[in-house]
């Protein structure tokens, strides 16, 4: 058991020799290693955040998949099924004909729809901070 332990001990100055004589040429100090290891720890820590980041992205999208799925099951209402805007204004009779063309209702409507529309955005983007 002796000998067995002398020369494991050998070894392991040999090995300590060698690595002292090779410290010139690779840094193995203890400064070395903890910058090594906080770097690996920063890199574990940023791939967390990324992929918490993207578990939330993915549980919203998929709520929303839901929420479209269920909105599209829902069937229309049965008064608003043969109701169209040319079958009510054709019954307003050409004086309405007349003020749509003349005051341009269908480009105005669109103009307050896109405002609508940013206002709304701006207010879902900001995170409620536009109200």
Do not use: H
Not at 38 to 48: E, L, M
Not at 86 to 107: H, K, M, N, Y
């Amino acid at each position: 058991m002796s000998l067995r332990r002398a020369s494991l001990f050998a070894a392991g100055v040999l090995v300590l020799l060698l690595v002292v004589q090779d410290a010139s040429a690779a840094d193995l100090s203890l400064g070395a290693l903890t910058t090594w290891l906080g770097d690996q720890i920063k890199a574990v820590w940023g791939f967390f955040v990324t992929f918490m980041k993207d578990l939330v992205i993915f549980s919203i999208a998929s709520t929303l998949e839901l929420v479209k799925v269920i909105v599209e099951a829902l069937p229309p209402p049965t008064f608003l099924t043969d109701l169209a805007i040319c079958t009510i204004l054709s019954d307003a009779g050409p004086w309405a004909q007349w003020v749509i063309g003349t005051f341009r209702l269908a480009e105005g409507f669109a103009i307050l729809t896109a405002a609508l529309i940013f206002r709304l955005l701006r207010v879902v983007l900001t995170l409620f901070q536009w109200t």
